[in-house]
């Protein structure tokens, strides 16, 4: 009897010791989890362009003579028709004067021989004049009508090159720094004399260059419109529509030229800029999108970890594309919409974990 009772007393024993022994099973480890976003997105690239205004003007000098006056301030913008230059009019107002005395000469010649020529026609028929005398009277208003026309033409030369002597402005525009100070002679009958540039900036173009196989876009209206911002301002967008695209393939580079236009009244936008341009090539209906910082990279490339039904924790390999709205990453394969991915403790996880999931 008392062997029994100590048999038993250590059996009971051993069950104690076991029971201690045993180690607690674990408690599922809470983690976030949330299911991809399902919408309509536009895949773009980027691209380098830059940016060029409308019309780069020459201001030049025409004519011979002393700048007298400088009407603008380097950089500033003007409007069209502005006076921008003076040259020295003195020696051309003076030819125009004796070029319009010409003209009144050779009219006033011309009246003399019309009224000459009238006379001896109604004495003709006398024979108060010989047929010979009538035919230099006629040949007499043939030449003044030409010298009146020579005469007429010398005045509207003459007006043209003192009109030179005033430059104006040819458009609404932003002048470049002058070339030529006040008081400076310049040659500018032979060979014109730049002396300033007009940049006509009111109206924008951007151009950038893409591969011959990236313009799924050509042809599509909804496509049409280009953004882009400025290199190392990328807070501000623009956008600009495409006018021109390049009937031709450049052999050395493989690429097209793509030209862009944008009203640019303000004038904030530089011609010359450096600019990021974002053209769209492609429309995803129902595109998946997960969060790019819950994507992990191991060998095999892109992985997250998603909990199943049973909320255990499986590795899955994705196939992702485009970063879309800086934060979201289209996935075209390996996870569906309904499911559920972790979206943080990527280290503290792995493959079989039995985990409490908390919707984000």
């Known amino acids: 009897m008392k062997k029994t009772i100590i048999a038993l007393a250590l059996i009971i024993l051993c069950a104690c010791q076991k029971r201690e022994d045993a180690p607690l099973q674990a408690e599922a480890m809470p983690v976030e989890v949330t299911q991809p976003v399902v919408k309509e997105v536009m895949l773009t690239r980027k691209y380098p362009g830059y940016l060029d205004s409308d019309a780069t003007i020459p201001i030049v000098g025409r004519v011979n003579g002393v700048i007298k006056s400088r009407n603008f301030t380097d950089g500033g913008r003007v409007k069209k028709n502005d006076l921008l230059f003076v040259i020295e009019p003195a ?14 000469t050779a009219e006033a010649e011309l009246e003399y021989a019309k009224s000459n020529y009238e006379r001896m026609e109604a004495a003709i028929g006398s024979n108060a004049v010989s047929q010979i005398e009538l035919l230099q009277a006629k040949s007499r208003v043939e030449s003044s009508t030409a010298a009146v026309e020579n005469a007429r033409a010398a005045l509207n030369s003459a007006k043209t090159r003192l009109g030179y002597c005033y430059i104006k402005a040819p ?54 419109t280009v953004t882009f911002t400025l290199a190392g301002d990328d807070e501000t967008h623009y956008s600009a529509n495409i006018d021109y695209i390049a009937p031709d393939v450049n052999l050395s580079t493989g690429t097209m030229q793509i030209r862009a236009r944008l009203e640019n009244e303000n004038g904030s936008l530089k011609p010359g800029s450096y600019i990021n341009v974002v053209l769209p090539y492609k429309r995803i209906d129902n595109a998946v999108l997960i969060n790019d910082a819950s994507i992990g990279t191991d060998q095999l490339g892109k992985f997250i970890y998603v909990v199943n039904d049973s909320n255990y924790v499986e590795y899955r390999r994705i196939i992702v594309d485009e970063l879309v709205d800086d934060t979201l990453r289209l996935v075209t394969e390996g996870v569906a919409p309904d499911e559920r991915y972790i979206t943080k403790a990527l280290l503290k996880v792995r493959n079989g974990m039995k985990v409490t999931p908390i919707m984000e």
């Open 91 to 104: 020696l051309y107002e003076y030819a125009a004067a004796q070029a319009e005395a010409a003209l009144r």
């Open 171 to 224: 458009s609404d525009g932003v002048v470049g720094l002058h070339s030529h100070p006040v008081g400076a002679y310049i040659a500018g009958e032979m060979s014109p004399v730049e002396l300033c540039r007009l940049y006509k900036d009111n109206i924008m173009y951007l151009y950038f260059n893409i591969s011959d196989n990236s313009l799924p876009f050509a042809g599509s209206d909804s496509l049409a």
